[in-house]
């Protein structure tokens, strides 16, 4: 998958700024056996400040948060981090459709790669709602000459390229503060990316791709969700409601604090209440409470349950609004630190109706056992972003920085809103 390139011991970095917790993933590509392959060599996690709900709320305390993780992943590396693939969510992020249309420049109707770029220019120029700014225009299906569904035109004959193409946007003011914090840091930006779509490029086949399947990040504040078929993204949403709504349904049904909720939830939450013997008690006072006091198990569960079923129907109603609940043959995979939560697989094929696994990152060794932590995929899903970006000309992975050829305008635009 990695080959041609000859620029092995580049380290490519993955940043994703959540709600919870800031992660950077250090990889590179590395030519042992016959293919090359992606390496993990460094994962670093801390605690998050200043990010609510997948957005940047308060700049210094997300810089803070950012360096402090740089620093621990630079000395896991041992060399300076330059640059990073970073990622952003959050509800502003927008996906609509547009399409580009061209006239074929060459006299003899054959189509070039030029015809093609000019053609996704051209779908880029439909006028993007005020305050926003276009993160990625991917290419979906071409036409020529009326005839529809056609993959690659290069090379093919015609007078008249069209494209079909999912755009997605997010608020400008949103990308800023994210971008502006990462410069803050004196990390340099490769490019930014829709977090889902970097933690899928991790965990499935483009096979998945083609037969329909759906990855579903579960956050702290925010779950996302991309749905493909056909190879293609049929839709993609980032919905405001994450494992954080597990553990405030805990503190307030128990009445209890938010730590001591949220440790009753990492130790002995399920969603899976059948499973909870009927007079399995925990005592809150040795989850860190003031005083002691008798819990049932069933209990917690029956709130854990209620809210990931509401997840779950969250998740469903993005399906059904591309006609796929229920439909999907590949099904779904779980990822972030949310689809931790004891029994969720289990869960999510009752209410999905779907086949559900979760998903780790396919195809890359590590030194690294963070690669089996649910909630790095996301960062390793940039480092696998930045590789394929890297092998492919395409403009499925063309971002915010990448979009004009000098991509220098764009970092100059940003650079120029620092202090
Ligand atoms: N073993 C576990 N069981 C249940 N929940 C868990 C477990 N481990 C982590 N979580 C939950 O996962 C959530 C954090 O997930 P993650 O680290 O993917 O979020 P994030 O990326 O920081 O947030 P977001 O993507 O919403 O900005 C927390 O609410 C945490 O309680
Ligand atoms: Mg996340």
């Known amino acids: 998958m990695f080959g041609k390139r000859k620029n092995t011991k580049e380290l490519l970095v993955g940043l994703d700024v959540g709600s919870t ?25 801390v605690v998050s400040e200043g990010v609510h709900r997948g957005v940047v709320t308060s700049i210094e305390d997300t810089v ?39 006239a074929v420049s060459k006299s003899n109707g054959e189509i070039s790669e030029e015809d093609v770029e000019r053609a996704v220019e051209a779908a880029r120029a439909v006028a993007t709602p005020l305050n926003y700014e276009i993160l990625h225009v991917i290419p979906k299906n071409y036409t020529v000459d009326g005839q529809i569904g056609v993959k690659d035109p ?49 965990v499935t086949t483009e096979r998945q791709k083609e037969l329909g399947v759906a990855v579903v990040n579960i956050g702290g504040a925010t779950t996302s969700v991309v749905v493909y078929e056909d190879g293609d993204i049929l839709d993609t949403a980032v919905l405001s409601i994450g494992s954080e709504h597990i553990t405030a349904d805990l503190a307030i049904g128990l009445r209890t604090s938010i730590d001591v909720a949220e440790r009753l939830k990492l130790q002995y939450g399920t969603s899976l209440v059948k ?7 925990v005592d809150l006072s040795d989850l860190g409470a003031m005083e002691k006091e008798l819990v049932d198990r069933r209990y917690i569960a029956e709130i854990i349950s209620a809210r990931a079923e509401e997840i779950l129907e969250r998740i469903d109603k993005v399906f059904k609004k591309v006609g796929k609940s ?32 979760v998903g780790y990152p396919l195809n890359i060794t590590s030194s690294t056992d963070k690669v089996n932590d649910l909630a ?44």
């Not at 946007?169 to 490019?191: E, F, P």
């Open 154 to 202: 290069i090379g093919m004959t015609g007078v008249r390229l069209e494209v079909d193409t999912q755009m997605i946007q997010g608020l400008s003011a949103h990308i800023k503060n994210l971008t502006r914090a990462v410069y803050r840091t004196g990390l340099d930006i490769n490019d930014v990316v829709l977090s889902i779509l970097a933690t899928a490029a991790a």
């Open 376 to 419: 790095f995929t996301t960062a390793i899903g940039l480092v696998r972003w930045g590789a394929l970006y890297k092998e492919n000309d395409s403009h499925a992975f063309d971002g915010l920085m990448n979009r004009f050829k000098s991509v220098t305008k764009v970092k100059d635009w940003f650079k120029n809103l620092m202090p």
């Open 21 to 45: 917790a800031v992660r950077i993933v250090v990889g590179q590509i590395v030519a042992t056996g016959e293919k090359p392959e992606l390496q993990i060599v460094g994962a670093a996690e």
């Open 275 to 281: 499973e909870v013997a009927k007079d399995d008690r």
């Open 64 to 102: 803070s948060s950012i360096s402090a993780c740089i620093d621990r992943a630079e000395r896991m590396v041992g060399t300076p981090l330059q640059r990073a693939w970073i990622g952003i969510s959050g509800s502003h992020i927008l996906v609509e459709q547009s399409k580009g249309v061209v």
């Open 326 to 357: 229920g439909r999907l043959p590949a099904g779904v995979i779980l990822t972030g630190g949310g689809s931790k939560l004891h029994g969720l697989v289990e869960t999510s094929k009752d209410v999905l109706r779907l086949p559900v696994t």
